[in-house]
């Protein structure tokens, strides 16, 4: 295989269809079934954008009264999950905990399911599993982020929106609607990306006819990378490094001086801008106004313009949401946990298309090893 055939990264190969999301890095667009992302975070709660993602159209009053009705009954940690958790050290990263969360509600769930054959599941019984998941996340990291703070852990509370209630367990407080809407607009915006390598290695673990939770745990592994869900926490710890609008240009010298990748800028398929930008940096400058704040806006400002005037490499999503989950009082640890709430729903949704339509992903290599050479004295058998 010549060289110019390998797609190192696999840039710019296109693996399957799907007709969940469409990005277009020309037009600047991302759609979610067909709905511009935009409109969605301006318009939708985030639980009908994960019905959206789910079954493919927006839902009717019922059909989301129902999912409602049907993702309160998982709110609630059950009491091996919570043991799971607390076994943990309380100095483990979150999204370790997450992951072994995850897990935990997998294997109770397919607890006496039977041999790996029959834990796949139906499409229906994965639709259910994607909504127990979903409606479970928030309670897990808002029960660790509390766990950390050695603060008691906050019951789910029935009557409040999905976005309300996460808040709520967190904070223990009624959530102002300000702190609500960019929270809800986040969430929309984080949900659904395409064949990003999260998404991309849930549907290569459900080829292979694994189940749910399994694609999950490994999705979840996917996304802790700095170069991909881990950017949002990271851009908290350069904001943190920088100090303030001030030292920006000394602290940039010196990390392109040590070629030091910029967390929150770049993108693998937008190279002129992230489509989701400029609705997370308005709701994060709704949150600097309500926190006046006016500080984070200049080191936010400062960098951009410093990093894109210098490299033309525009900040994606990761760059205003990590702030503004920083400004709503979520630990900095905690953002990528945040970015995991959201993305189950892509992922399930991924999931469902990969087992409707299945083919087990196993790309090839090139070999660039040894040629066939033997241990000295060997001699077979026969
Ligand atoms: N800081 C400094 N240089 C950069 C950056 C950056 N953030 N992004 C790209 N470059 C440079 C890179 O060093 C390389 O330069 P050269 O050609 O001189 O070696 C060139 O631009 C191409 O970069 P690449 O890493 O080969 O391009 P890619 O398409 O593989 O990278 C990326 C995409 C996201 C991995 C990269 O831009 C990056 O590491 N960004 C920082 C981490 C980050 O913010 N990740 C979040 C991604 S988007 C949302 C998400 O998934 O959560």
Redesign the pocket.
Known sequence: MADTDIKK?LAGVVADVTAISKVNPDTNSLLYRGYPVQELAATQPFDAVAYLLWHGELPTDEQLAAQRAEGRQYRALAPEVKTAIDQLPLDCHPMDELRTAVSAIGAIDLAGKGSVLDAVGTVEENRARSLHLFAALPSIVAYGQRRRQHLEPIAPREELDYSSNFLWMTFGEEPDPVVVDAFNRSMILYAEHSF?ASTFTARVITSTLSDLYSAVVGAIGALKG????G?NEAVLHIFDEIGSADNVVPWLDDALASKR????????VYKRGDSRVPTMKAALDTLIDFYDRPDVLDLYSTLEAEFVGR?G?YP???YPSGPAYNLMGFDTLTFTPLFVAARITGWTAHILEQQASNALIRPLSAYDGPDERHINGYRPDT
């Open positions: 990264g990003n700095p170069l991909h869900g950017a990748k910029i967390m929150g800028f770049g993108h693998r490299k490499i994606n999503l990761d």
